[in-house]
């Protein structure tokens, strides 16, 4: 199996930055592609980004994110982080680490994703 904790989230102003982590077990991880999602209080989970297993590290980005979300891993310490900078408002949700143990047509999905962490509160404040 494959579990996913994650940490870092928190209270910070708007135009404020956070890193959140997300450690992760299982002797499969170097494959795994891993990504992150989020769930704002009453709306559906939505997908902020995603990093490949394979070389070269491809990544993946929602709209709303890209440009001030960076997402990238470190396999030797079975991690993945995401670099918040310029938070909004409406960044404010609790972000899920996820993992994809195979290639997908769809990684906007939630349904593609096999394992998910107990999630972390981020709280941007204007």
């Known amino acids: 199996q494959v579990q996913l904790v994650e940490s870092g989230g928190g209270l910070v102003q708007a135009g404020g930055s956070l890193r959140l982590s997300c450690a992760a077990s299982g002797r499969t991880f170097t494959t795994y592609a891993m990504g992150w999602f989020r769930q704002a209080p009453g709306k559906e989970r939505e997908f902020v980004s995603r990093?490949?297993?394979?070389?070269?590290?491809?990544?993946y980005y929602a709209d709303s994110v890209k440009g001030r979300f960076t997402i990238s891993r470190d396999n030797a310490k079975n991690t993945v982080y995401l670099q918040m900078n310029s938070l909004k408002p409406e960044d404010t949700a609790v972000y899920y680490c996820v993992a994809d143990p195979g290639p997908t047509p769809n990684y906007k999905s939630v349904a593609t994703y096999d394992y998910w962490g107990q999630g972390t509160q981020v709280t941007v404040s204007s």
């Open positions: 990093i490949s297993s394979w070389s070269g590290y491809r990544t």
